[in-house]
């Protein structure tokens, strides 16, 4: 009988099909062509010219010919491969392919490696999704890079950062060279009414410059020309919401008159609905109006040297001056300053004129938050580390099942690169399902995280997972995939044939070099997790001793609210100190209520500072708090009298002028002697008080902040030109101390004060334990969110020694039931199992140690009254990671003490 | 539909519509449809192996086909063809393009006849 599969192959052999193809078609074509050659034997042909006519089929290259195009990238290799050969890329659908049907088939691990990454993606696409909202998106104006910050700053006063006063913007507008435009802008209050009731809003004053400076267009209408940029000139732009909700989004407004701190404005554009100036984040002006009005600074204003560092100026780099250039004229703008401060002024601040500093826009709106926000990318980076350290110690543990998987599959010919190849794969695979998942986790963890964000942090409320985020995720779940896939996958293809083949199934000698392995992972886990966990348990400890602190007055029962007065409707001071006593006359007959007081500041909150002069001395103070108070102040907030005595209703206009320091204040002033007599007040115009008390110190700023010197003095010893400055009411806080709940007074309160002037618009209304709430709400966030990693890093490193555990209890159950054959007790088994476990974690938390000890000093700023390598929260991170590798082993040790000598023997 | 076009494109599927309407019945091995191509055709269409196998691939490919090795006792194993559902369909549209095509042709050829 005649051999055609070698004619046939002769023929094939150009095409270079895959060998299990090849062979599929010679036998094909070699039975027909056997058939054909019997047919013609039958017919009576000759063997010889039976052969002949029969290979003739053949046609020699015509077979070829035409498979040629139908074979070429036809054929699929059937699963379980032997070797592949071609390209790289060949094969790659049918690893994925190969990938799903191996990992559907295990569906628990699958469960847990995918849930484990999408915890670890989501949490990563979570805050990235921040921090490009925040650090990376470049700001929503018109070349963003070009816009900087001045700010003058006199540091020798401890002043490292204030704002400008008018008369040194008017100096830095004229001598600068660096800026194409510069424009002053400042948050301001005001009390809109007219059509509906009275509203206060937040808008702001801002130079007609700015507008064009930013690059944004009304949405209707126009802003206001430079020519409109002067005292006396009512006109307004409103913002989208204002205009949505009061003016119900007619277009006719444009042209109307509006009513804005009881003067008429006419309306003359309305910005679009995204338009945010000023921007949250800088110090000072950080709040986004409601509607803007000309700066137009008064003569009064322009004349106000070394006073109102209120103010903040934008300025846009000329093309071609870089940064440093810039910085450089703002050094020669300051000698300018310096040539033209009056003499006095001059004297006052001991020769110290102020010095401009610039930063990028984008710095001073995002500065503020960038160390929590890297702190927070670094805590979720470490996460998701933990979580592939996680999936890759579960898939050495596959691995083990599956030795003989791949000896097989390299017994038929499959080649390392070709296996490596196909774990990464199934590692891809398992990583984007997580991606896939981590971004709907993302997606309700970014808005939910964002709900809890408070006001006091420039963080945005609501980011969107855009193409950015998107592409973030697919990098991070790909290189995920390499960073889990990569060890087990050089692991497994280094299996022994001969001896996986042997082996007899799972009860076969370990691997040495996987345990090993897998050892290292869980370590590395647990390392990472402590310095999680150390970081989230020093912001922990940080906080509880924030909120332990006093702030120096009684928060409790106490409700404020701003009562401010117009120009318009109050220009005599006379007319003001009469209302503010008749105000507080009237709220003390409520019931329910232990005293009222008010002042121009309350404690937490108290911005502005103030150098006063020492009698006697040529040297200035330092800046201090400058309260003024009416009333009953310092036993309704609750601030304990040290020395001397408060002020009483003597103390007013034609008596001694008066004041009550704080503690810090004596200490400061007067070192070492009795400051009560002494005398000290503002230079301008020389008025010296007489320090009749003193007081304990109350925190100023947020809670936790060093208390600063506080000058004290009572509201009616002021000046008519301190009550209204610049044709400016400064507003009065009114403050009561209830017996009852204090919130549930704020009507009557309210109502009392609206009897004296129903269109007065009260602001600002919260409890003192609101305002101490949030003065500690960035504090809070920034420990929640830390230690809600800290906790997801430990329960992943928890699962992970578990798993780990499982794995080698099962493993062992072998050679554990020999040991309790020959007499082993539970105990002796159990201890075994748990020193193995405790080895890891020690291990880990060892490394981990040392790694936070040099990491957590980079979130020093973010601590309170605690070192960064405080030694309690080290200790107690110590305890709490081995109670929990130690209960993550106890299954598993449990599990091995259960072992039956007999079942564990019978598999050999 | 261009009469031209039609044709050319009819010739060509001509080929498979042989092997298709020859499998509709039930499945047949590659030798045996050549076989009965040759032997219906009474000598007059042959397919040789290196133009039959090629097309039978290719209609496989397209799924109109599927082949499959089938062992019976006392034969060896041979590959059988059968036309699968779409391959049906493709079947039933090419033959009424034929009948078209013929009936055109015979309305032509029988007028000038008449």
């Given at each position: 009988m005649p051999e055609w599969k070698p004619e046939i192959l002769r023929r094939l052999a150009p095409l270079n099909l895959a060998p299990t193809r090849e062979a599929e078609i010679s036998d094909e074509l070699s039975q027909h062509l056997e058939d054909r050659y019997q047919d013609l034997l039958a017919s009576g042909q000759s063997e010889d010219a039976a052969f002949r006519t029969t290979l003739d089929e053949l046609k020699s290259d015509l077979l070829a010919q035409g498979l040629k195009s139908i074979e070429r990238n036809f054929y699929r290799e059937p699963i379980v491969p032997g070797n592949a050969n071609g390209n790289v890329f060949e094969g790659i659908v049918q690893d994925v392919r190969y990938a799903v049907r191996m990992l559907m088939k295990s569906p628990g691990f699958t469960a847990i490696a995918v849930l484990t990454l999408a915890l670890g993606i989501g949490a990563n696409t979570a805050i990235f999704t921040i921090v490009h909202g925040v650090l990376l998106r470049p700001l929503p104006?018109?070349?963003?890079?070009k816009l900087l910050m001045l700010n003058e700053s006199f540091k020798s006063l401890g002043f490292r950062e204030v704002g400008a006063s008018p008369p040194d913007i008017a100096v830095i507008e004229r001598s600068q060279k660096s800026f194409t435009s510069l424009g002053a802008f400042q948050n301001k209050g005001l009390v809109v009414s007219g059509g509906g009731e009275s509203e206060h809003i937040t808008a702001a004053r801002v130079s007609a410059s700015i507008f064009p400076m930013l690059g944004i267009q009304p949405l209707l209408g126009s802003t206001y020309t430079e020519q409109e940029d002067r005292p006396g000139t009512h006109v307004a732009v409103l913002g989208y919401g204002l205009w949505q909700h009061r003016y119900a989004g007619r277009s006719n407004i444009i042209g109307q008159t509006i009513e804005l701190d009881r003067n008429p404005y006419t309306v003359i554009g309305v910005m679009p609905k995204n338009f945010q100036f000023p921007l949250p984040g800088p110090k000072y002006n950080n709040e986004p109006a409601e509607l803007w009005i000309p700066m137009a600074f008064t003569p009064n204003e322009l004349q106000g040297w070394g006073d109102q560092y209120n103010n903040s100026v934008l300025a846009r780099l000329k093309p071609g001056v870089t940064f440093k250039e810039a910085q450089a004229d703002a050094a020669l703008v300051t000698t300018q300053i310096r040539r033209v401060y009056p003499p006095a002024i001059a004297k006052l601040f001991n020769g110290v004129t102020p010095a401009i500093g610039l930063t990028p826009l984008h710095q001073a709106v995002a500065g503020s938050v960038e160390t929590l926000l890297l702190i927070l990318m670094g805590a979720v980076g470490l996460v998701l580390l933990i979580a592939c350290a996680n999936v890759a110690t579960l898939l050495l543990s596959r691995a083990a099942s599956r030795s003989k998987e791949i000896a097989i599959r390299t017994a038929l010919g499959a080649s390392r690169v070709r296996l490596i190849r196909q774990m990464l794969t199934e590692g891809l695979v398992l990583a984007l399902a997580g991606g896939v998942l981590g971004i709907l986790i993302a997606f309700w963890g970014t808005s939910g995280l964002l709900s809890l964000v408070p006001s006091s942090l420039a963080l945005p409320h609501s980011a969107s997972l855009g193409g950015w985020v998107l592409a973030f995720v697919v990098t991070v779940s790909c290189l995920t995939a390499v960073v889990f896939g990569i060890a087990p996958a050089f692991q497994v293809s280094s299996v022994q044939v001969q001896g996986s083949l042997q082996e007899s199934g799972r009860n076969g000698t370990p691997n040495r070099a996987r345990h090993r392995l897998q050892g290292f992972f869980v370590t590395a886990e647990f390392a990472l997790a402590v310095i999680l966990l150390i970081s989230a348990g020093l912001l922990i400890r940080s906080f509880s001793k924030l909120v332990e602190t006093s702030p120096g007055f009684r928060s409790d029962h106490l409700l404020t609210m701003s009562v401010p007065l117009s120009f318009e409707g109050y220009s005599k001071a006379a007319q003001i100190r009469q209302f503010y006593q008749q105000a507080i006359e009237r709220i003390a007959r409520?019931?329910?209520?232990k005293s009222v007081a008010a002042s121009n500041d309350l404690p937490l909150e108290s911005e502005d500072h103030e150098i006063l002069q020492v009698e006697g001395r040529l040297s200035s103070t330092p800046g201090m708090t400058v309260t003024w108070t009416l009333g009953d102040y310092f036993s309704t907030m609750g601030i304990p009298l040290i020395e001397g005595r408060v002020f009483t209703p003597e103390d007013r206009i034609g008596s001694q002028p008066v004041a009550v320091i704080n503690e810090e204040a004596a200490k400061l002033l007067w070192p070492g002697t009795d400051a009560l007599g002494k005398r000290l007040g503002h230079p301008f115009p020389n008025m010296m008080r007489a320090v009749v008390g003193i007081v304990g110190d109350v925190n100023d700023g947020p809670l936790g902040s060093k208390p600063g010197p506080h000058f004290y003095l009572p509201y009616f010893q002021l000046p008519a030109d301190y009550i209204v400055y610049n044709n400016v009411i400064i507003p009065i806080n009114v403050v009561v101390r209830t017996s009852t709940e204090p919130a549930s007074l704020t009507s009557p309160v309210v109502a009392q004060i609206r009897s004296l002037d129903p269109q007065l618009a009260v602001t600002n209304i919260r409890t003192m334990d609101q305002e101490m709430a949030s003065s500690v709400a960035a504090p809070k966030f920034n420990t929640f969110v830390l230690g809600l990693f800290a906790f997801l890093a430990l329960f992943l490193a928890a699962i992970g020694i578990y798993g780990v555990l499982a794995y080698s209890v099962a493993q062992q159950s072998h050679e554990i039931g020999i040991r309790m054959a020959l007499g082993a007790q539970r105990r002796d088994v159990m201890q075994l199992i748990l020193i193995q476990g405790a080895r890891l974690a020690l291990g880990g938390l060892a490394i981990g140690t040392l790694a936070a000890l040099g990491l957590t000093r980079m979130m020093s700023s973010l601590l309170y009254s605690i070192n960064a390598s405080d030694p309690l929260t080290f200790a107690a991170v110590a305890t709490v990671l081995l109670a929990v590798a130690l209960l993550a082993c106890y299954i598993p040790a449990r599990r091995a003490t259960r072992v039956d000598p007999i079942i564990a023997l019978r598999y050999e | 539909m261009d009469p031209i076009l039609s044709q050319t494109k009819w010739k060509k599927g001509s080929a498979e519509m042989l092997i298709l309407s020859l499998i509709e019945a039930r499945p047949r091995h590659g030798y045996e449809i050549s076989k009965l191509i040759e032997q219906r055709s009474g000598g007059a269409v042959h397919f040789h192996v290196a133009s039959l196998y090629p097309l039978l691939y290719r209609l496989e490919r397209r799924g109109w086909i599927q082949g499959r090795w089938v062992e019976k006792a006392d034969q060896r194993r041979r590959r059988y063809y059968r036309l699968t559902r779409q391959g049906r369909r493709i079947l039933a549209a090419q033959l009424r393009e034929w009948r078209e095509f013929v009936a055109g042709i015979n309305c032509i050829t029988e007028t000038e006849n008449a």
């Open positions: 104006f018109k070349d963003p890079s409520l019931p329910g209520l | -």
